[in-house]
């Protein structure tokens, strides 16, 4: 079944030429000025919308987060009773993410995170989902099969590591706390946060060696 | 709605294909999105609302059109049926009827505030949770017609309760126009093994699980053990 093309992720309009990618973009076009001459809608808003989702807000914030917990044990423990608040004390808040819930990586449990049902992702500290996290690949496949979709990420647990798949069903949005690296005692909380990647706090990764620093 | 968008569990989509931190492929992309959130800020229909839009799409365009597809042809099924605009000024772009007036139009200086605030949907309600931690709970048979958060592959299975999370807005009314409801939502733990039987139940080493946010007309106290 491996040659079915991954379907509703971006990358799959081979089939389709560039006149129905013409045709989406006057569509929306169109759809936009139509709604700015009702009045529903203004140019400005939307070009503010845009910029604070494809600039300002993404997975640097989920980083600081992680990186605080991984330095300050009283911190740790607050994100893991209720990550709402502890989150929103690093000035995290906002739409799809009004309800957080961080589940930690041991050496003995590693969490993985899905929205089967559409595309819950917690967007103040991750930003935008990828374009995988929405494919139905993913959503199918990692409730059922998590070590097969692991391994599509080149990803191999260590021996003795249970999965625990989140399934986003309601508005709650969860966030993978990540092992801390080996050996990185001695760097700073801003050192830390670069080795924290997008895919670690959602589980399809782990964060990075402190080897890559250098 | 038993519809292909609830796809957990299916394995015939193909492998995952991983790609570095990129958002949008296409500009109109990102266009659709300050679209379909702004929209959403006039306060005509709910996220639930906006939900089964998205998923009551016939089948195969959810399935091959692409995710902002999706939400396009979502935010213009939601402006047909809410009247925002007709099916003629949807195609000529041009308007032919008055506009409806909103409930608000955001302001670009008020979009920083607006996002940031969030919408809670957590909520009071006068009875305390059915289900405390710990306690086993199935989940019942329920094939809605319509929107509901309930996934098929947990139906009838059994799990735990692993944490209460509070009352939350129902979406199963909230999409329909029935207003919220507010239940007890609940996250339930239920062993791989129990969902996929022992064969497939391949989570890591040793017995993996799902957990899912279950809301309480979702649930029975069990009698059997998992």
Known sequence: MDNEPDKTSAHSHSHHDHSHLDDTALRVRSLQSLLIDKGYIQQETLNTLIDTYENKVGPRNGAAVIARAWVDSSYKKWLLEDATAAIAALDFTGRQGE???AVENTPTVHNIVVCTL??????????????????????SRVVIDPNSVLADFGVTLPEGRSITVWDSTAEVRYLVVPERPANSEHLSESELASLVTRDSMIGTGFAKPVSSLT | MNGVHDMGGLECFGPVRPEPDEMFHEPWEKEVLGL???????????????????????????????????????????????????????????????????????????????????ASVERQVPNQPAFSTGELVTVNNIHSSTHTRLPAYIRNHTGVIQRVHGAHVFPDTHA????????????????AAELWGHDRATHGTGEGAVHVDCWESYLSRADITP
């Not at chain 2, 959130?37 to 639930?48: I, P, R, S, Y």
């Not at chain 2, 029935?178 to 062993?191: A, C, I, M």
């Open chain 1, 99 to 101: 309800h957080m819930v």
């Open chain 1, 118 to 139: 559409c595309s819950c992702y917690p967007w103040p500290v991750l930003g935008l989902p990828p374009s995988w996290y929405k494919s139905a690949p993913y959503r």
């Open chain 2, 36 to 118: 379909a959130l702004a929209m959403g800020a006039t306060g005509t229909w709910n996220l639930d609302q906006s939900r089964f839009a998205r998923e009551s799409l016939p089948p195969e365009q959810y399935l091959s059109i692409g995710y902002y597809r999706i939400w396009l042809a979502g935010l213009e099924k939601l402006l047909l049926e809410h009247e925002l605009v007709t099916p003629q000024e949807l195609a000529s772009a041009q308007i032919q009827e008055p506009p409806v007036t909103l409930k608000r139009v955001l302001a670009a200086n008020e979009v920083t505030d607006v996002l940031n605030a969030g």
């Open chain 2, 176 to 191: 329909v126009g029935e207003g919220e409801q507010p239940q007890w939502l609940y996250n339930v733990r239920f062993s």
